[in-house]
């Protein structure tokens, strides 16, 4: 057995050599499928003035970029990028608060094997205005020589729209008024 491992050993690592060659030149003359993956497509939202116009609004909850596992030739893996990809959901095919995506490529010979997410999942709420009081808040420490009689906002209320669900849950705007950079124009001295 010694004997046939060693004997020519010459002649076997030029041979091994030789096979290693010819499936590098074959792999590179028939250019395989090979798999790649893509990340972070993001989804084009499309006719969204349907909802609006229905006066609802709706939020993303799952769904707003996807990622793809594709298959393409060799010559093409590293020149296939997201920027290759458009993923678009049409909202005038909105059924049961899911839209479906689809994906198109701009280059021949790529494949799609699979996509993160098939549906963009959206929630749908009624558009709401509310008139909400705005309250001002002071903070930080008065230069010394200066005090504070009264902060008010003006306008004192405003109008805010959105959804429904969200703008039930505001009960004031509030805005914070930094008065440790109070000046001589800004206050009255207090003496």
Same mark, same amino acid.
């Given at each position: 057995m010694k004997k046939l491992l060693t004997e020519n050993i010459g002649i076997k690592v030029l041979s091994l050599l030789v096979a290693v060659i010819v499936w590098g030149i074959i792999i590179n003359v028939s250019n395989p499928q090979v798999t790649k993956s893509i990340y972070n497509v993001p989804v084009q939202m499309l006719n969204t003035d349907n909802i609006e116009n229905s006066d609802q609004v709706y939020e993303v909850l799952?769904?707003?970029?996807?990622?793809?596992?594709?298959? *393409?030739?060799?010559?093409?893996?590293?020149?296939?990028t997201r920027d290759d990809f458009t993923a678009t959901a049409d909202f005038s095919e909105l059924y049961n608060?899911?839209?479906?995506?689809?994906?198109? *490529?701009?280059?021949?010979?790529?494949? &799609?094997?699979?996509?993160?997410?098939?549906?963009?999942?959206?929630?749908?709420?009624?558009? &709401?205005?509310?008139? *909400?009081?705005?309250?001002?808040?002071?903070?930080?420490? &008065?230069?010394?020589?200066?005090?504070?009689?009264?902060?008010?906002?003006?306008?004192?209320?405003?109008?805010?729209?959105?959804?429904?669900?969200?703008?039930?849950?505001?009960?004031?705007?509030? *805005?914070?008024?930094?008065?440790?950079?109070?000046?001589?124009t800004d206050a009255i001295r207090v003496e």
């Open positions: 799952e769904g707003s970029t996807v990622d793809l596992r594709i298959s *393409c030739n060799r010559d093409l893996y590293n020149s296939v608060d899911l839209v479906p995506i689809k994906i198109t *490529c701009n280059k021949n010979n790529v494949n &799609m094997l699979s996509q993160s997410y098939n549906y963009v999942r959206v929630s749908l709420d009624d558009v &709401m205005t509310m008139s *909400c009081p705005v309250k001002v808040d002071g903070e930080g420490t &008065m230069p010394e020589g200066f005090d504070i009689a009264n902060i008010s906002a003006s306008p004192s209320y405003i109008q805010v729209v959105g959804a429904k669900t969200k703008l039930e849950q505001i009960a004031s705007v509030r *805005c914070t008024l930094n008065v440790s950079r109070i000046d001589d």
